[in-house]
């Protein structure tokens, strides 16, 4: 994958294996008169998934925040520069990685920056553990079989439970250049004109690596979907939310259903107009001025 100018790898030991991520410790960020990172308030990036997701997912974003905040970016277990334990992943594979991940990186209640499927798993990590979270900005959160709609009953979910046929695709029709663009343009984004060479290079790499099949597989068959507006209620934690209006996935309408569950932490849902469900890979700059706003708003303890 791609880091941004100044970041660097690094890793912790998890239940799963070794998470990477990446946090800024060279120039541009830090020098000579520059505040150490250790002395800021940390920030946590968590990319979702799909065929080639990882940490770039995030990397037009995070670095805006690295002179305010020490910036922690993960590839979860089985994506991006992680281990990828051979294993059909579970939900709570990642709801547990996740904790583990905060628990050994943070020291104080963090607030946390997640997208789709993984911000659904946040959202029930921040149930499970409300003491490491100080607020959660969540793209697109759902856990794709919500309000009783059964995504593994979709004719693609069960095409990919064929035994071999699912390696087939996915090496054929996932892991390819070709693949992945036309995944990104054509249901991951809203405009086409907005996926550029460096997306697609970034989510090849990830999508070749050893064992990536199993993570992205377990997610396209279903085995990671769950019905999110039976936890959503749980929730304390202070939540923004930002909608793409053009989502293939999750209409805007499922999101406002879940927000509309717990009006007492979800302060926020915004849905944004011509945007897919990425908005921070489509447009990078709306979405830091709009987390900006909400770190803002969430740090003054006071409502939208």
């Known amino acids: 994958m791609i880091e941004p100018n100044g970041f660097k790898q690094h890793s912790v030991v998890t239940s799963l294996g070794r998470m990477v991520y990446y946090t800024a410790e ?182 070749q690596q050893p064992n990536a099949e199993y993570a992205a597989l377990s997610f396209v068959r279903g085995d990671l979907c769950f019905d999110l507006s039976l936890y959503v209620p749980q929730l304390t934690t202070p939540t923004a939310i930002i909608w793409g209006q053009k989502s293939e996935f999750t209409g805007p309408e499922i999101g406002k259903r879940l927000a509309d569950l717990n009006p007492q932490a979800i302060r926020v849902f915004q849905p944004l107009e011509d945007v897919g469900l990425t908005p921070q890979l489509e447009l990078p700059a709306v979405t830091i001025g709009l987390i900006r706003r909400y770190l803002k708003l969430f740090d003054s303890g006071t409502g939208d």
């Not at 990319?47 to 979860?76: C, M, N, Q």
């Not at 990828?84 to 209640?109: G, V």
């Not at 856990?143 to 090496?171: H, N």
Request: glycine share 6%; with cysteine; proline share 6%.
């Open 26 to 207: 060279e120039l541009p960020w830090w020098g000579t008169d520059a505040t150490e990172p250790k002395e800021l308030p940390t920030l946590v990036f968590l990319h979702g998934f799909g065929g080639g997701s990882s940490a770039y997912e995030w990397s037009k974003v995070y670095p805006a925040f690295a002179t305010e905040y020490r910036i922690l970016a993960p590839d979860l277990i089985g994506w991006g520069r992680s281990e990828h334990p051979e294993r059909n992943y579970q939900i709570n594979d990642y709801i547990s990685t996740i904790i583990e991940f905060l628990e050994k990186t943070c020291t104080e209640p963090t607030p946390v920056v997640a997208s789709s499927l993984t911000a659904a798993f946040t959202i029930r990590a921040a149930i499970a553990r409300p003491d490491l979270f100080k607020s959660l900005i969540l793209t697109t959160p759902a856990g794709l079989s919500d309000f009783g709609e059964d995504y593994t009953r979709s004719f693609f979910a069960q095409l990919i439970k064929t035994p071999v046929l699912d390696r087939i695709l996915y090496s054929t029709g996932v892991a390819t250049s070709g693949g992945i663009r036309n995944f990104l343009e054509n249901r991951q984004f809203a405009q086409s004109s907005r996926v550029y060479q460096e997306i697609v290079d970034a989510y090849l790499e990830s999508a």
